[in-house]
C-alpha cells in the first residue's frame, strides 16, 4: 500500500530534493532514508534527526577508537542530518531552536575531531552578537579566507563541503551565519531590519584584522548573494566576491515557504513590512559599483532565480574582471553540479586572492 504524501511532506521534498540534501553534505544513505521515511508517513524533523543521531553515535565509536578521521566524516553528516531536521519549521518555534542547538553542539565536537582548524565566531553587533564558524586549513599557511553565507534556509555548516574544498587548497573559511539566519536569528534575534551590509562589514573586519588570514573575499549563496555583492560594493578590503542565485531587487516571490521564510528573517509577518524591507535591501548598479573581481553562478533550471535578476550584479562590475557562469540544466545555487560548482568557484578565488596577497 502506497502512502499519499501529505502537502507539507511533498513541501518539504520539494524544498530539499537529493541534489540540495548531498550538496551540504548529507550522506547518500541518510538523504535517500529521509525522502522514504517521510513519503511513507515519519514527520521530517523525527526521521532526520533519527538520521542525524545514528551518525553521532558511529562518531563517538570511531573516536573512541582513535579513528578520528571516521569520527569527523560521520560528525559532519550528523550535522547535516540536523540541519535539514531544522528546516521543517520556518518559524523560531521551541522545535526548531531546539534542533539548531543540538546542531552548535555537534559542531563543537567536530572541532574536536577535523583535520581542518574550527573556531566559534560571536562579533559583537547591535546590542548582540554575530555567529560565524572559522574553518582553518589544519597547518597549513593561510593563502586567504573566503566569507560564505546563504539566503532564507541554509546557513552556516550548510556550507561545510565548501569549507573542505577552499582548506584542500590553503584558504580559510568564515562560515557566516547572518542577519536573519542560524544562531544569529535563533538565539542573538539579530534580523534583517539593520543594516545587513554593516554587519557583514564585521565579519570582513575580523578577517581583515588578522594578518594571518590573508586577502579577504564574499561568497554569498540564494539571496545571499544581493549581501555579498551590497557588502563587496561597500568595501574596499573584499578582494573577490561571487554571487550565486541572487535576486539584485527582491520581492515576495509566490511560494508559501519563501514567504514564511522571509518573514522569520525580518521578524514581522506584515506582507508590507516584508516587501518595504525587501526593497530597502535592493541592489541599483547606478549607485553600488564593484571594483573588485566578481563571478556570478546561474542556474538555468532555476525556479527562483532568472537570469535577468542578476544582471544587475555584473552591470556593477568595474574591475575588467567579471564572470558569468551559467549551467543551462543548474538548479537554484547549482545544487545538481554542485562539485562542478564549488570547484570552479574556489579555483577561482584562489587565483584572485594569491594575486591580491601579491600587490
Given at each position: 500500500?502506497?502512502?499519499?504524501?501529505?502537502?507539507?511532506?511533498?513541501?518539504?521534498?520539494?524544498?530539499?530534493?537529493?541534489?540540495?540534501?548531498?550538496?551540504?553534505?548529507?550522506?547518500?544513505?541518510?538523504?535517500?532514508?529521509?525522502?522514504?521515511?517521510?513519503?511513507?508517513g515519519?514527520?521530517?524533523?523525527?526521521?532526520?534527526?533519527?538520521?542525524?543521531?545514528?551518525?553521532?553515535?558511529?562518531?563517538?565509536?570511531?573516536?573512541?577508537?582513535?579513528?578520528?578521521?571516521?569520527?569527523?566524516?560521520?560528525?559532519?553528516?550528523?550535522?547535516?542530518?540536523?540541519l535539514?531536521?531544522?528546516?521543517?519549521?520556518?518559524?523560531?518555534?521551541?522545535?526548531?531552536?531546539?534542533?539548531?542547538?543540538r546542531l552548535?553542539?555537534?559542531?563543537?565536537?567536530?572541532?574536536?575531531?577535523?583535520?581542518?582548524?574550527?573556531?566559534?565566531?560571536?562579533?559583537?553587533?547591535?546590542?548582540?552578537?554575530?555567529?560565524?564558524?572559522?574553518?582553518?586549513?589544519?597547518?597549513?599557511?593561510v593563502r586567504?579566507?573566503?566569507?560564505v553565507?546563504?539566503?532564507?534556509?541554509?546557513?552556516?555548516?550548510?556550507?561545510?563541503?565548501?569549507?573542505?574544498?577552499?582548506a584542500a587548497?590553503?584558504?580559510?573559511t568564515?562560515?557566516?551565519?547572518?542577519?536573519?539566519?542560524?544562531?544569529?536569528?535563533?538565539?542573538?534575534?539579530?534580523?534583517?531590519?539593520?543594516?545587513?551590509?554593516?554587519?557583514?562589514?564585521?565579519?570582513?573586519?575580523?578577517?581583515?584584522?588578522?594578518?594571518?588570514?590573508?586577502?579577504?573575499?564574499?561568497?554569498?549563496?540564494s539571496?545571499?548573494?544581493?549581501?555579498?555583492?551590497?557588502?563587496?560594493?561597500?568595501?574596499?578590503?573584499?578582494?573577490?566576491?561571487?554571487?550565486?542565485?541572487?535576486l539584485?531587487?527582491?520581492?515576495?516571490?509566490?511560494?508559501?515557504?519563501?514567504?514564511?521564510?522571509?518573514?522569520?528573517?525580518?521578524?514581522?509577518?506584515?506582507?508590507?513590512?516584508?516587501?518595504?524591507?525587501?526593497?530597502?535591501?535592493?541592489?541599483?548598479?547606478?549607485?553600488?559599483?564593484?571594483?573588485?573581481?566578481?563571478?556570478?553562478?546561474?542556474?538555468?533550471?532555476?525556479?527562483?532565480?532568472?537570469?535577468?535578476?542578476?544582471?544587475?550584479?555584473?552591470?556593477?562590475?568595474?574591475s575588467?574582471?567579471?564572470?558569468?557562469?551559467?549551467w543551462?540544466?543548474?538548479?537554484?545555487?547549482?545544487?545538481?553540479?554542485?562539485?562542478?560548482?564549488?570547484?570552479?568557484?574556489?579555483?577561482w578565488?584562489?587565483?584572485?586572492?594569491?594575486?591580491?596577497?601579491?600587490?
Amino acid at each position: 500500500m502506497t502512502t499519499e504524501l501529505s502537502p507539507f511532506t511533498h513541501a518539504l521534498q520539494r524544498a530539499m530534493p537529493l541534489t540540495r540534501l548531498l550538496d551540504c553534505g548529507m550522506d547518500y544513505a541518510d538523504a535517500t532514508a529521509l525522502h522514504a521515511r517521510t513519503s511513507a508517513g515519519e514527520a521530517w524533523d523525527t526521521a532526520a534527526e533519527a538520521l542525524a543521531d545514528a551518525q553521532f553515535a558511529r562518531a563517538a565509536q570511531a573516536a573512541a577508537a582513535g579513528h578520528l578521521k571516521t569520527a569527523a566524516d560521520a560528525q559532519a553528516m550528523g550535522i547535516a542530518d540536523l540541519l535539514f531536521a531544522q528546516m521543517a519549521f520556518n518559524d523560531d518555534v521551541p522545535r526548531k531552536r531546539q534542533l539548531y542547538a543540538r546542531l552548535t553542539e555537534a559542531a563543537q565536537r567536530l572541532a574536536g575531531w577535523s583535520e581542518q582548524r574550527i573556531e566559534r565566531v560571536a562579533l559583537p553587533f547591535a546590542g548582540a552578537h554575530l555567529i560565524g564558524w572559522l574553518v582553518r586549513p589544519g597547518a597549513s599557511t593561510v593563502r586567504g579566507t573566503v566569507i560564505v553565507f546563504g539566503g532564507q534556509s541554509g546557513w552556516g555548516f550548510a556550507y561545510w563541503p565548501i569549507a573542505r574544498a577552499f582548506a584542500a587548497r590553503g584558504i580559510a573559511t568564515l562560515l557566516a551565519e547572518g542577519p536573519g539566519q542560524g544562531e544569529t536569528r535563533l538565539e542573538q534575534r539579530i534580523f534583517v531590519d539593520v543594516d545587513v551590509t554593516a554587519a557583514y562589514r564585521r565579519f570582513v573586519d575580523y578577517v581583515a584584522d588578522d594578518a594571518s588570514l590573508g586577502p579577504v573575499g564574499i561568497w554569498g549563496n540564494s539571496i545571499g548573494g544581493l549581501w555579498a555583492a551590497s557588502t563587496a560594493a561597500a568595501d574596499p578590503r573584499i578582494a573577490a566576491c561571487c554571487v550565486n542565485g541572487a535576486l539584485a531587487a527582491p520581492s515576495l516571490l509566490p511560494f508559501r515557504t519563501f514567504v514564511e521564510q522571509a518573514a522569520a528573517m525580518l521578524g514581522n509577518t506584515a506582507p508590507d513590512a516584508i516587501a518595504a524591507n525587501f526593497d530597502r535591501l535592493r541592489f541599483v548598479p547606478e549607485r553600488e559599483r564593484i571594483a573588485c573581481p566578481l563571478l556570478v553562478l546561474h542556474g538555468g533550471a532555476d525556479p527562483l532565480i532568472c537570469l535577468e535578476d542578476q544582471q544587475p550584479f555584473l552591470d556593477a562590475a568595474t574591475s575588467g574582471d567579471a564572470t558569468l557562469e551559467v549551467w543551462p540544466d543548474g538548479e537554484h545555487t547549482i545544487y545538481n553540479h554542485s562539485a562542478a560548482r564549488t570547484a570552479l568557484a574556489c579555483d577561482w578565488f584562489v587565483e584572485r586572492l594569491v594575486r591580491r596577497a601579491q600587490t
